[in-house]
């Protein structure tokens, strides 16, 4: 009896053994024809396997770039500003939502890109306010939409401090410098503008200039406005005077985008600004500087935009031609905003130096 229940006992594990290979290999033969997006095995792991539904662009980190005057830029990569932004891959926001792909054939819509805007500032060494001023400028152009390129241009002298000030703005810039000596500050301003334009013609930097003083103050609005200049734009200035309760607006007037006329009207005592036939100029008495931006193409294809190309002192002189470009042509100039319907540039001033009380002014004289 013993032996037959061995014996038994044996067929039935054979018989176990071959019931799991005959379901084992069944399962094994179906599952092989079966698609493999069906698997759902490993379906906790889909949100990493997530497709790339779009590109972002990351504000590329500040660069700092102190070119010598008469030497050329060390760092080639920034001569093509719109191409320096980092790329980024943008995850899908809701990963329990399967969204079907996209038909054969569609273009999935990309938002414009910005024209880049080429910001000059010149500097004085007399400025007492300089560091203050530059630092207050710089916290307004970390505001604006990028690509945006900070142009400071500075006597070689006193360009330390002025590096690790712009290294800590958090904004894209150059700082270009010089070595000549002038005693007249409106030619030394006429010469740091040469030497940004300069540096502008020679690398090819397309975008929109805009001369902006350290001391102006903005409507965040006006970096828009500007983007959208083709040849040239203008628009009023208002000039502040806090210790003198001054306020002139200086600049076109406008109908829709068309130059008029220009003004130069001081509201401190008017400041409805009633406009008469002896308050308009058909020409500006003289170019404010901070009124005008220009598309800087113009600096080395001219014909683009109706110019010829030999003219005298052009590549000598940048800021010359662009007084003569303003001066001759008004239909180049466009308005902004249309019609001229608001301030957005203030210009404020600031004494250059401390004035002594009475008292220290008498020790002086002893």
Same mark, same amino acid.
């Given at each position: 009896?013993?032996?037959?229940?061995?014996?038994?006992?044996?067929?039935?594990?054979?018989?176990?053994?071959?019931?799991?290979?005959?379901?084992?290999?069944?399962?094994?033969?179906?599952?092989?024809?079966?698609?493999?997006?069906?698997?759902?095995?490993?379906?906790?792991?889909?949100?990493?396997?997530?497709?790339?539904?779009?590109?972002?662009?990351?504000?590329?980190?500040?660069?700092?770039?102190?070119?010598?005057?008469?030497?050329?830029?060390?760092?080639?990569?920034?001569?093509?500003?719109?191409?320096?932004?980092?790329?980024?891959?943008?995850?899908?926001?809701?990963?329990?939502?399967?969204?079907?792909?996209?038909?054969?054939?569609?273009?999935?819509?990309?938002?414009?890109?910005?024209?880049?805007?080429?910001?000059?500032?010149?500097?004085?060494?007399?400025?007492?306010?300089?560091?203050?001023?530059?630092?207050?400028?710089?916290?307004?152009?970390?505001?604006?939409?990028?690509?945006?390129?900070?142009?400071?241009?500075?006597?070689?002298?006193?360009?330390?401090?002025?590096?690790?000030?712009?290294?800590?703005?958090?904004?894209?810039?150059?700082?270009?410098?010089?070595?000549?000596?002038?005693?007249?500050?409106?030619?030394?301003?006429?010469?740091?503008?040469?030497?940004?334009?300069?540096?502008?013609?020679?690398?090819?930097?397309?975008?929109?200039?805009?001369?902006?003083?350290?001391?102006?103050?903005?409507?965040?609005?006006?970096?828009?406005?500007?983007?959208?200049?083709?040849?040239?734009?203008?628009?009023?200035?208002?000039?502040? !005077?806090?210790?003198?309760?001054?306020?002139?607006?200086?600049?076109?007037?406008?109908?829709?985008?068309?130059?008029?006329?220009?003004?130069?009207?001081?509201?401190?005592?008017?400041?409805?600004?009633?406009?008469?036939?002896?308050?308009? @100029?058909?020409?500006?008495?003289?170019? @404010?500087? !901070?009124?005008?931006?220009?598309?800087?193409?113009?600096?080395?294809?001219?014909?683009?935009?109706?110019?010829?190309?030999?003219?005298?002192?052009?590549?000598?002189?940048?800021?010359?031609?662009?007084?003569?470009?303003?001066?001759?042509?008004?239909?180049?100039?466009?308005?902004?905003?249309?019609?001229?319907?608001?301030?957005?540039?203030?210009?404020?001033?600031?004494?250059?130096?401390?004035?002594?009380?009475?008292?220290?002014?008498?020790?002086?004289?002893?």
């Amino acid at each position: 009896m013993g032996s037959m229940d061995r014996s038994k006992k044996r067929i039935q594990l054979w018989k176990k053994a071959l019931v799991h290979f005959a379901l084992c290999f069944v399962m094994g033969f179906f599952t092989g024809f079966a698609p493999h997006s069906t698997a759902t095995i490993f379906s906790h792991r889909r949100a990493e396997r997530q497709p790339v539904t779009g590109i972002g662009f990351l504000p590329a980190a500040p660069v700092e770039q102190i070119v010598e005057p008469g030497g050329e830029a060390v760092n080639r990569s920034l001569i093509e500003i719109p191409g320096s932004a980092a790329v980024a891959a943008v995850a899908p926001a809701d990963d329990s939502d399967d969204s079907p792909p996209p038909a054969e054939g569609s273009v999935e819509a990309q938002p414009p890109s910005r024209r880049l805007l080429i910001i000059v500032t010149t500097t004085r060494a007399d400025d007492r306010f300089q560091g203050a001023l530059l630092l207050r400028l710089a916290h307004t152009l970390r505001l604006v939409p990028p690509p945006l390129l900070w142009i400071v241009v500075q006597a070689y002298a006193e360009t330390p401090a002025t590096a690790a000030l712009l290294r800590a703005t958090g904004v894209m810039y150059r700082h270009l410098t010089f070595k000549e000596n002038f005693t007249d500050p409106a030619a030394e301003a006429d010469h740091q503008r040469n030497v940004a334009l300069s540096h502008v013609e020679y690398h090819r930097l397309t975008g929109i200039v805009h001369f902006a003083g350290a001391s102006n103050a903005y409507d965040l609005r006006f970096f828009e406005e500007i983007r959208e200049i083709e040849v040239f734009g203008t628009w009023p200035v208002a000039m502040v !005077s806090t210790n003198r309760k001054r306020v002139v607006v200086d600049g076109p007037v406008c109908r829709a985008s068309r130059v008029e006329g220009w003004i130069l009207k001081d509201l401190s005592n008017d400041k409805r600004l009633l406009l008469t036939g002896t308050d308009m @100029n058909p020409k500006p008495p003289k170019i @404010n500087i !901070s009124g005008f931006a220009f598309n800087s193409s113009i600096l080395w294809d001219p014909e683009r935009w109706g110019r010829p190309t030999s003219l005298p002192d052009t590549s000598q002189d940048s800021i010359k031609f662009v007084h003569e470009v303003i001066l001759e042509d008004e239909t180049k100039l466009k308005c902004l905003p249309a019609d001229c319907s608001r301030i957005m540039v203030w210009h404020l001033y600031t004494p250059r130096a401390i004035p002594l009380p009475f008292h220290h002014q008498s020790q002086a004289k002893r």
